[in-house]
Structure formats: structure tokens, C-alpha cells
């Protein structure tokens, strides 16, 4: 069987449980965002999946030897794909994905705007190889670029739709801390590779007991968040399914909170970052 055939190598290639929440976000988006928008978002969507699958590839690309060390080795390059072959489909994603927001602006409004989005997307590319390549290895600089990035995902499917401006603001706030965790938990994950590696991670610079600690405030402030937003009347209406949805957050919480008093281990780690994906997951929801 050719390597790129095998299916380990495509479920890793196309990333499958983000590229459901992708489509899931935008799908969702849609059904608030006014028909002669939905174009435009589409071309959102697909430009900022390619881009996002062009991170994936050049973030395995320079995170092999890691990955070994981690036994983590769901990596594109160390599942058989040839480096080069990796660069040049690297490449080929995001050139289709920033040709799709070049042509939707032609074709939507006529020019290119220099400081719209796909100039947004060009430094978007650059960032992700950046951190990949260097950024990554830094305490806090790597995990709050990929954080922003994301609420810049969210933003981007928001935008316009017809929500309110504090309605897209808890989307986008939730996004953004939630997965500044996530990369947290994941370092925390990685700290056995990065300490061989001399990575300076926040797990490295400050210890896995203080990073933990770290991790807990930033989930208490994520918690504190939704609280503050979901006593807004203004934002939700409290009708039954609502309040229904709203309490299952509370299960999420809760898991994540015994995760993080239990003792630290890998696999607790691994088990968190699973559940801060569920709960976003689940926060993407209220978009229906």
C-alpha cells in the first residue's frame, strides 16, 4: 500500500476531530448568517481549513524528533510521508487556501483589499511557520499565538452573522482562553520530549506543580466568563433548553477540575486535553 493510501496517514492528514469542529463552527454559523453572506463565509471556511491543514503538516514537520522521544507518533513525517513530499504539499495548502480568499474578494467586491483578509491570512501562514519552527519551544509566546489564532477562526465565522456584538464576544473569549489551555495541557504532555529537547516551555520554565496551578486559574477564569454571560438577559433568552444546555457545562467543569486534582500523569493530561476539546466542542453548540 503507498504510504500517503495508509489510513493512519489520512485520518492524521485531515485531522479529522478538528476538521468536524471546523465545519461544525461554520455550518452553525450559517444558520445566522444572512443569505447573501453565505458565500463569503464558505470561502472563509475552506480558506482557513486548508490553512489550518498547512499548520498541522509544517508544526509536525519541525516536532519529529519530539514526537518520538513523547512516543507520540501520530505525525505525518513519522507515519512515512517523505519530507519532501510534506513541504510541497505544505506549500500547495496554502496556496489554495489563501487563493480562495484572494478570489472571493475579487469576485464579492471587485479588488483586493491589501489590509483585508487575505493579507490577514498571509501573516496568519507566516505566524504558524514561525511558531513551529521556533515560537513553540518559548514559555507562554507559542501557546497564546495559537489561542489568538483560533478566537481569529471564530471571529472570522461570526462575523457576519447576525449575532449580537456580546454574543460574539463570549464565542470568541471562550475560544481563546479555552484553547490557550488546551496548549498548556498539552506542553504539560510533552514535558518529558522538551526537557530532552531543551525546549523552554511553560511546564519547563515553571515546573509541572506551578503549571498546573496555572491551568486551574485559567479554567476557573474561563468558568467565571460564562457566568458573567450567561446572566446577561440581554444575550440569551432563558427558555428551558437553554438552561438545560447551559447546565451541562457544569458536568465539564466538574470533570476537568477532578482531572486536575488527581495526580499528575500523562494520561490525566492526555484525558484533559480530550475534555477542554469536548467542551469547546459543546460551546460551539449554542450557536444552534
Known sequence: MPELAKPSLLVQAFRLPNTFL???LFGLAALRTPEQALTELCAHGVGIWLVMLG?????DFYDQDTDKLNGRFQNFFLLGLSPLLGLWIYALLNAFGLSI????????FGKVDLVGKPSVAVLVVVLLWVYAAYWKRV???GNILVAALVALSVYWA?????????QKAYYILFAGVLNLMREIVKDLEDLHGDLLTQAYTLPVWLGEVWTVVFVRVLLCGVFFLQVYFWTQDAIWHKDPPR???EAIFLVFYFKLFLLLKSQQAQASYVAMSLWIKLL?????LGLF
Open 55 to 59: 499548520g498541522y503538516l509544517i508544526n
Open 280 to 284: 469547546f466542542f459543546w460551546g460551539i
Open 158 to 166: 461570526l462575523e457576519l452573522t447576525e449575532l449580537s456584538l456580546l
Open 101 to 108: 480568499l484572494i478570489i472571493k474578494e475579487w469576485l464579492l
Open 22 to 24: 471546523i465545519i461544525l
Open 139 to 141: 514559555a507562554l509566546v
Open 243 to 245: 438552561i438545560f444546555y
